[in-house]
Every structure is written in structure tokens, then in C-alpha cells.
């Protein structure tokens, strides 16, 4: 009773969503091309890509450039370099992991700085926040900012919003149970 291109799908690995793609293929042939059956990251690079063109005030343009872990990982050491951090006390894997748990629950560079309690609280969010502006100043962005941005559009971005409302009647959330803050919100959203 759905039309297929109102279903949106999504799960947590490639591996999965393939899995999902092909049972529903199996299942219903060719119908089940419309629908979107993704992962989150997907979904949101999909979603971004299309909506930028709509929201040039959004601070991202459409050819923006995905950071694997490796490259935050990188990015990471020299902005703890260049601000003098010490790399032993502060590796930058343990500051990434921190940065990545503040996306996670949709907490920005300037509110982390507003919430540091600690000179360690302080420390990791400074370097988020420059973490931040310089994945900005490259049309850059790591995995958990895909999530974060796309929340972040459709508050800013009325018009994205009320078309993927529309679009999307029916989401279903593989292992719905395991979503983080920001997967949840998305959703919701």
C-alpha cells in the first residue's frame, strides 16, 4: 500500500544495506529501486549534496570532500601541533573520539567551548573547534559531521526539511535499538 519511492531504508554498514537491497530486489523486483536503502552516511551525502544548491548560506558547498578516519586522524595531530598541545597526553585518536562524541549528541564547537568545565574539557574543545573551522575552510567533512549537517539543514533549511518529510512517509531503521542521539534526531527530523 506504499508507493516504493516514499520508503526510505536505512542501516548501519554497506554491508547490510546491500544485504537489505537485495532481499527487497528478491522480494518485490524492480519496484524496490525506488526506494532509498542506505546508510545513514549515505542518505545524508545524498540529502547534502542534493539540498546545498538550496542553502548557499549553509557554509558547505555541494563538492564537498568526505575525511576518512585517517585523514581526521591527521588533521588532528596538526591542529594539536600548531596549537601546542602535547600529542602524548592528548593523542589525537582520544581528542578525535571526544570530538565524535560531542557530534554525536549534536553539540557544536562553540557550545563545547561554552560547556568546558576543565583546562582538559578546554583543551579538547578548542581543538574541535579548530578542528572544525579548518574541515570548513577545506569544503570538508568526517563521518559523524554528515549526520550533524544534515540535522543541521533541516533546521536551518525549512524547505529541505518539508520536502523530506514529504517524500519519506514510511522509514524503516534497521537495528533501530543501536541509534546514537544524532541518528535519532535525523530520523525524527
Known sequence: RADAGQI????FTNKAAREMRERLEAMLGRVSRAMWIS?????CVRILRAE????PEFGLRRNFSIYAAADARRLMA??????DVDA?????RSVLARVSNAKNELTGPAEA????????????ARAYAEYDRRLRAANAVD???LIMRTVELFRTCPQASDYY????????????QDTNHAQYVLVRE
Open 8 to 11: 526510505l531504508a536505512i542501516t
Open 39 to 43: 546508510t545513514f552516511h549515505s542518505a
Open 52 to 55: 546545498l544548491g538550496e542553502a
Open 78 to 83: 596538526l591542529v594539536l601541533r600548531d596549537e
Open 88 to 92: 602524548k597526553k592528548f593523542p589525537p
Open 113 to 124: 567551548l561554552a560547556d568546558a568545565a576543565s583546562g582538559n574539557d578546554e583543551v579538547h
Open 143 to 145: 563521518f559523524d559531521d
Open 165 to 176: 518529510r514529504h517524500k519519506f512517509r514510511y522509514i524503516f531503521v534497521d537495528e533501530y
